[in-house]
């Protein structure tokens, strides 16, 4: 099964920027649809952006504007450029295929200080 292993976190203040990697061991050219989630500290994983094979994107409320996802199937990579940070973003970021998931990553922790 495909492995994957996400990236670029780290700390940064408030309004600054990151960018994420989820870098796969095999194909993704196959899955329709990529996500990134995240889950803060006590809470339920969830989806906050998405990228059908075709580039079709969509993202959650709370980010949207903010984080851009892209995929680059020759390099079985996704990426989440996030922009505009925010404390409430801090959380562990995870990318999975949204139907069916693969098995889950490590995450990477991205902490926003004010």
């Known amino acids: 099964q495909v492995q994957l292993v996400e990236s670029g976190g780290g700390l940064v203040q408030a309004g600054g920027s990151l960018r994420l990697s989820c870098a796969a061991s095999?194909?993704?050219?196959?899955?329709?649809?990529m996500g990134w989630y995240r889950q803060h500290p006590g809470k339920q994983r969830e989806l906050v952006a998405r990228?059908?094979?075709?580039?079709?994107?969509n993202y959650a409320d709370s980010v949207k504007g903010r984080f851009t996802i892209s995929r680059n199937n020759a390099k079985n990579t996704v990426y989440l450029q996030m922009n505009s940070l925010k404390p409430e973003d801090t959380a562990v970021y995870y990318c999975n295929a949204v139907y069916p998931p693969l098995s889950w990553g490590q995450g990477t922790q991205v902490t926003v200080s004010s």
């Open positions: 990228i059908t094979s075709r580039g079709s994107t």
């Open positions: 095999g194909s993704i050219f196959s899955i329709n649809t």
